[in-house]
């Protein structure tokens, strides 16, 4: 089922509203049971073939958590454990994801005859597969509270994060659950969700969904593109995946805040970033958190603690010597980013998209490190000016990154490379009304406040945004001017719904 379609919209949410709140005067349990059936319902809408997966996840992963935290005295077996579990989990994830594509490159690429039919991925694998990763190594460090049965399959099934992120915590979410509160019905709380899951709703349905057609076209003929023809597609996907990535968190988000839920921030203006280590801090963001805490920081520990045990420096001084830096920024970095490409899709295409934001990240950390400091109280006009170039060549580094991330294959990527270097022709054939379109996209993504800026005074997500720096009349009021213009914009968006596409995550 989708955010962004009429089933949804007009019977599944006020149904499931309406059951939890009611539900909850019979108690807790009967309202987080309520919740569980609405999501696993909500699920299986898609295919009910992917419930009995998702149901047999749970139920793994469930029994070998409770297995690792009974075992706590004997630290060996409880660690030999978590690993049995979590290669269970990474053994689904390769077979569902990842071993049609490598059974046709071994037959086609290396001539060693492996069958396999194409798999069918199971909605949000990814999602519920990582969130209960995390659950396990949690459990192990004794961080994850409360954990009975109904409460951990809430916490995995909650539709509004099942299928597409962000990716939760245990302890940020269990908690909201305990509390009296979230089984009132709150009218502010309602109200400012509905406003956010309308404004995603916008995002999705009028801003993304119409610049997919000509964009799906370029890069299935990428050699027919020309310079400018090749930019152009490749800029109006960045806006697209940017407007439906945004659309959806704030969904999300939204539909949370309905059930007087918060969920951590997983979108902040990414395009605004000066740098790839802050776009990466903005984009994605529980997914960058996830595996900054569960790779990355274990692996550069590790290389610090080898480094340490063989008597070579581990000090901040050391990071400015070529072997430091290699080892205790370098290496993490680029097995991480890696790691990210390689989640995103079994494509070669992916496993490059991560190591050239590996190599972004590296280059981005050796300015750092090795570059002096930078001049103190430049004058405002430096300023703004230095900030519109770094935004310009980070947001242009981003582009040339997804057509990687958007390409059907590697072959296709370097064709639209090539095209974007000029060596298909530079003819110029885009319209006024595209231009202008596109001008209007750019003004809302650099020149506005996002959604959790205006809404930020409620406090709708865990994560706190920076305040806008332009006096706008766009802070959210409870009052009749913004529920017309909420209207509006929802009446729009219902109307733009007759081309209904899935989200573009989904797929991960």
Known sequence: MLFNSYVFIAFFLPVALAGFFASARLGRASAAAWLVMASLVFYAWWNPAFLPILIASILINYGMSEIVAKSGHRPALQSAL?????????????????????AKFLTQGVGFEVHADPILLPLGISFFTFTQIGYLIDVKQGVAKERGFLNYVLFVTFFPHLIAGPILHHREMMPQFAEKLTYRFSLINFSVGLTIFVMGLFKKTVLADPLGGDITAGFNMPGDLSFFGAWWVAIRYSMQLYFDFSGYSDMAIGLACMFNVRFPLNFNSPFKSQNIIEYWQRWHMTLTRYLNQY???????????WRSEHGFGTKRANQKTLGGF??????????????????????????????????????????????GAAPENP??????????????????????????????????????????????????SIGKAEII??????TIIWGCPNVQQIMGKFGPALTKVEAFSKRLPLIWRADASWACAVGVMLAISLMAMGGTSEFMYFQF
């Open 437 to 442: 379109w596109v001008l209007v996209l750019a």
């Open 379 to 428: 004058s405002p006009r430096a300023a703004r000016l230095s900030r519109i170039l770094n935004i310009a060549a980070t947001y242009i580094a981003v582009v040339v990154g997804l057509v990687l991330f958007r390409s059907r294959s590697l072959e296709g990527a370097i064709t639209m490379y090539q095209s974007m270097l000029g060596l298909h022709g530079f003819a110029f």
């Open 326 to 371: 290699l080892s205790m920024t370098a290496l993490p970095t680029l097995m991480t980013m890696a790691l990210i490409g390689l989640w995103h899709g079994a494509g070669f295409q992916f496993l490059l998209f991560g190591l050239l934001h590996g190599v972004y990240l590296t280059i981005n950390h050796a300015v750092r490190i090795f570059r």
């Open 82 to 102: 978590l690993a049995l579990a979590v290669g269970l989990n990474l053994l689904a994830l390769f077979y569902y994801k990842y071993f049609f594509e490598v």
């Open 295 to 305: 790779l990355y920081n274990p692996m550069a520990l590790a290389v610090v603690r």
